[in-house]
């Protein structure tokens, strides 16, 4: 498409000689548009995909991917229902827990929490909190006094493994007086850090046991927590479940889809938003490519007119300064990628120095969640930035050429 005499003339074109520094300069800043935009696209997505799967990844690995909870707020029989759950396809494990909610007390600390109580095993399959043990062993999780707790929780309230935390319920036993909470005290034998400061300052887990005992529910639990293979496409299972567990009214089946949809539906608009905005900075850089080569076709009249005379046609022409502009947007796409790709893989790293340098907390968990800056590259998606880019810089570059091979030679050399 693009012969020798093109590639030669729109090469002469894109070096700046003296008398045409400006143009040259407002080209130079329609790449550099063009990189920066490519670049914090791929940087802003990147995060955003980052952010959300980190935060998938941990919420559905201590919430798990579908729950069966009982209708009349406990189940019994759980094991046999567990048992059944367990021989659907697509499901990897099904844990009977309680949960229930209870002031955490250290001396002066006092915090509301969310009380588990579930098996060694089912604690074990937990791969969030069990693998991520700071301090103690899952191998003392056993007896009526053992409780696991979350980094955060021990470092705000000063415990440690061997230390002593109170559970104080508001549903305890009814008397003359009124409600007597039920207040239980508990040795730490281990501390988790899941990566979430919500779940590390505000969850503990108690052996199930000692949970029925706590919470007056013997031979109990109030659901069974399941792990799916595939958590994107739970909704099959769920529907497998729901048919093997047909004839028990007593349960009903919540995957995550429905428990949290509405939070992983925010972080999925939010992300198409910043898409939008951020492509608007690439467009203002197309629209400096539509303003420099006009510029470029006005100071080049009189070479247009005397490029017709000797030969060269109007797709000549056209083509030439269709060169020019796309060099600008391929340039500055290539740039931008490249920056956007480095930028991401080293993310941490580069928050890491820029918060030494600073001095400050760049990345708050107590805000964001998460404790550290995630970023995921997902590819198509790179792609689609890069093409969406190129495209808005060929399209910048259509009028501005098609303007210069309408160039009247005679028009344009009577006032030379």
Sequence with gaps: MFGPFERAVAGRYLRARKGERFVSVIAIFSLVGIALGVATLIIVMSVMNGFKADLMGRILGLNGDLSLFGVSRTISDYDDLAATVRQVPGVVNATPLIEGQALLNSGSYNAGGMVRGMTMQGLRDLHEVSDSLVAGS?????????????????????????????????????????????????????????????????YVFLPLAAAQVYFEMPAQVTQIQVMTRDPTNVRPVRQAIEQ???ADPRVRVLDWTQSNNAFFGAVQVEQNVLFLILTLIVLVAAFNVISSLIMMVKDKTGDIAVLRTIGATRGAIMRIFLMCGASVGVTGTAIGTVIGIVFCLNIERIRQFLQSLTGTNLFNPEIYYLERLPAKLVWPQVFEVIGMALVLSLLATLYPSWRAARTDPVEALRHE
């Design 138 to 202: 899952l191998d003392k999780f056993v007896g009526n006094d053992a409780i696991i707790i979350g980094v955060t929780l021990a470092e705000r309230a000063g415990l440690s493994v061997g230390s002593k935390i109170t559970l104080i319920s508001p549903n305890g036993a009814a008397t003359p007086f009124g409600t007597m909470p039920r207040i239980r005290a508990y040795h730490v034998v281990g501390i988790f850090d899941a990566g979430m400061n919500d779940y590390n300052a505000g």
């Design 244 to 246: 093997a567990v047909v």
